[in-house]
């Protein structure tokens, strides 16, 4: 589970994931976007442990992952029943699925710059700058829904889907 900065942050972010996200791509465009989050959930590919178990969680499925989602967007999935059908019946937009790729790239190039900036001594945080509203909505799904879900790499899977939903 990932832990606030401040009470204030965590009044915003709540405030945030309260209002539905309207999902306006296609149901094939939200395929690709729960296998791109399933696959940044899963960068490490660690098993649940039995800590995890006991608190309820569970492995960051495509299933567990559209399930969330479902939780605080509204997706219209017609000509599709619900998310297992469209899983069984369509393929992710190529679109979609080339622009997870290419925000995967971005996200560990992030991270490589990161680390090169941290033993130059100059450091920064994500909270210095400004947000947009996808970031904000993607930071507070993430937090909500690694209560139930264990996230290999909460912030990592975050900004993967910032960048997806931008």
């Excluded at 590919?45 to 178990?53: C, G, N, Q, V």
């Excluded at 567990?64 to 999935?77: G, P």
């Excluded at 069984?88 to 900036?117: C, F, N, Q, T, Y």
Aim: net charge neutral; glycine share 4%; hydrophobic share 45%.
């Amino acid at each position: 589970m990932i832990t606030i900065q401040s009470h204030e942050r965590r009044l915003l972010l709540d405030q945030t994931i309260a209002q539905p996200y309207q999902w306006r791509g296609s149901p094939q465009d939200f395929l690709g976007l729960v296998l791109t989050t399933t696959f940044a959930a899963n960068r490490f590919d660690m098993p649940l442990t039995l800590a995890d178990r006991c608190k309820g969680m569970v492995s960051a499925t495509a299933d567990n992952i559209a399930a969330a989602f479902l939780e605080y967007m509204t997706v219209d999935m017609y000509p599709f029943k619900n998310f297992q059908d469209l899983q069984k019946r369509a393929r992710p937009s190529g679109d979609m699925i080339r622009k997870g790729l290419e925000v995967i790239h971005i996200v560990m190039e992030d991270a490589a710059i990161h680390k090169l900036l941290s033993n130059t001594g100059v450091t920064f945080h994500h909270y210095t700058f400004v947000e947009s509203p996808a970031e904000l909505w993607a930071e507070a799904f993430i937090i909500k829904a690694s209560e139930k879900i264990k996230f290999n790499d909460a912030y990592y899977s975050m900004r993967v889907l910032a960048l997806k939903l931008a």
